[in-house]
């Protein structure tokens, strides 16, 4: 294992480099896209590395210690006299530590968690375990900044984002890019290379790919929520487990939410989704009007308006008909809610037939048609006239989602002193652009659907 500083050195080199190469903005070129892709993968690598030496460093302090109070017990005092010495109070993992979390890759992990929120909130003994656990930010003090909050340490970032891709459509669907800055121009390529047979001594003419750039600017997004006093003190493990998964699923759900359905106005946040960048597309601005001159739009069964029963195979397969050959591979996903899913998707699966008793009991994964099934909740859950039903295709070429990879928590005990509680703030720095649906157009040669294709219910 190498010396924690050279891994340093070697992220700080890489990362100068990938900023480099991001700051040329619309001047970037394919190679500098392929540049930077390598290089946050191999950033993405460093990190893991660098982690597991910091974790194991911890790992051997701890360790130290433990064995040295092991060694020298703390004196036992008599009567109302003080031990002539007193040894520093050495915190393990306890038996609590091994308690059943859902948000944490392991108990272990959960606990250092509930000791640093316990710290966050205060808690004196919390902030001496963390002190003498690794966790240094509070070993100076255990004031909280009330303003911005408490950076969730490195350590937990990976949890929390494992659990925003468990929660969340967005973070399993779009390309995901880290940024180091408030604004990145995501280059993206427009136009290919033009093939010609230039003869025998003739010259080739020159062809150019041609970019241009997606912007991302994260804003900081932030939810509140309320805990009791009590159960911090009493539990503060299961406290934190709860309150990291909470914030996790109101961070994720937000995003699904701007995904599917931002439409540009402040209720998402100044958000384009799918559902507005199809209707951006448009002439008339809408979804209703000409629909079939959109490439990327299939129409379902005319009452799937008043009833989901109606929508065929014939209306699914025309939608998998439409990605583009570009937009059919590994990545190429469906996106609907869980209740399409169930009734058309599970529907139609069950009617073909040839289910055998293990499936029937054990249920269909939810596949379709050969790919994947991602649900989004913030997707049509009753029939309704002109709404988009499913998306399919390669979601990665047509969204981009930024995040800065800031996550903050902060207390307060003020709010809600008279209810004796503790609030709650956790934020987070990010951004979803949609950038890519295929165009509109009278003419049916020119119509092109764009790496995610719609199903869109009949009007009423």
Not at 166 to 186: E, F, H, I, Q
Not at 267 to 272: A, C, Q, T
């Amino acid at each position: 294992m190498r010396a924690l500083t050279d891994a340093m050195a070697e992220l700080e080199a890489k990362a100068t480099a990938a900023k480099s190469l991001y700051d040329r903005g619309a001047e970037a070129t394919t190679d500098d896209l392929e540049q930077v892709r390598k290089l946050n993968a191999e950033i993405s690598t460093l990190e893991t590395e660098i982690n597991g030496i910091r974790e194991f460093e911890q790992g051997r302090t701890a360790n130290d210690a433990r064995l040295a109070s092991m060694a020298k017990p703390e004196p036992v005092a008599i009567g109302n006299a003080v031990p002539a010495t007193t040894a520093p109070v050495q915190y393990s993992h306890p038996a609590t530590a091994r308690a059943r979390t859902e948000n944490f890759r392991d108990p272990a992990t959960a606990y250092r968690f509930g000791q640093w929120f316990g710290a966050a909130l205060g808690n004196r003994r919390a902030q001496q375990w963390c002190r003498e656990n690794g966790l240094m930010q509070f070993a100076m003090s255990g004031e909280v900044d009330s303003a911005g909050g408490i950076l969730v340490p490195i350590e937990f970032q990976p949890d929390l984002i494992a659990n925003l891709e468990n929660y969340g459509a967005a973070r399993k669907l779009c390309r995901v890019w880290p940024m180091s800055s408030d604004t990145l121009v995501v280059p993206r390529l427009t136009t290919g290379l033009t093939v010609y047979s230039p003869g025998q001594g003739g010259s080739i003419t020159a062809s150019d790919a041609t970019t241009d750039g997606v912007q991302l600017k994260v804003d900081t997004f932030a939810t509140l929520t309320y805990l009791s006093n009590e159960l911090v003190a009493d539990a503060a493990v299961g406290a934190a487990d709860v309150i990291f998964g909470e914030i996790a699923r109101a961070f994720a759900s937000n995003e699904d939410n701007m995904l599917a359905n931002g439409d540009g106005t402040v209720s998402y946040f100044n958000r384009v989704g799918l559902i507005q960048a199809f209707k951006n597309a448009s002439s008339a601005g809408d979804l209703t009007t000409n629909t079939a001159y959109f490439g990327g739009v299939h129409v379902a069964t005319a009452t799937s308006h008043a009833s989901w029963n109606v929508i065929t195979l014939a209306d699914m397969a025309a939608v998998v008909g439409r990605v583009p050959a570009y937009a059919d591979n590994a990545n190429t996903k469906w996106m609907c809610s869980k209740a399409f899913f169930g009734a058309v998707m599970q529907r139609l699966a069950w009617a073909a037939g040839g289910a055998t008793a293990a499936e029937t009991m054990g249920g269909i994964a939810p596949r379709f048609l050969g790919y994947p099934v991602v649900f989004n909740q913030h997707m049509a859950r009753v029939p309704a006239a002109s709404v988009p039903l499913a998306y399919l295709g390669d979601f990665t070429k047509a969204s981009a989602l930024g995040d800065k990879g800031e996550y903050t928590i902060a207390q307060s005990s003020d709010v809600a002193f008279v209810s004796n509680q503790l609030a709650i703030r956790g934020t987070s720095r990010t951004d979803i652009v949609v950038h890519d649906v295929g165009n509109y157009s009278a003419t049916a040669a020119s119509r092109v659907a764009g790496p995610v294709v719609m199903l869109l219910a009949a009007a009423s």
